[in-house]
């Protein structure tokens, strides 16, 4: 499927899911992710922007990969 699909792909408990975002879905996060740029900004909140990554650690059995993400509290 390439690093430029347009579609989400996830393995767990031996089901594969494969989802492809609405529109509406994709427009709601992007204004969300938006406002929360503007808030922070307004707050004078440091943040970095992540984007989707994939987190996981050795305590972890399976990684988390949410659609967008910041590093606020420890952005410095």
């Known amino acids: 499927m390439g690093e430029t ?6 393995y767990e408990n031996n089901t594969l899911e494969i989802m492809a975002p609405l529109p509406e879905n994709e427009t709601a996060k992007v204004i969300i992710i938006d406002l929360l740029k503007v808030l922070m900004g307004e707050l004078e909140i440091e ?18 990969e949410p659609y967008d993400c910041f590093s606020i509290e420890n952005e410095a």
């Open 47 to 64: 943040f970095w922007p992540l984007g989707s990554r994939t987190f996981k650690n050795e305590l972890m059995e399976q990684g988390i």
């Open 5 to 10: 699909r347009n579609s989400r792909v996830t």
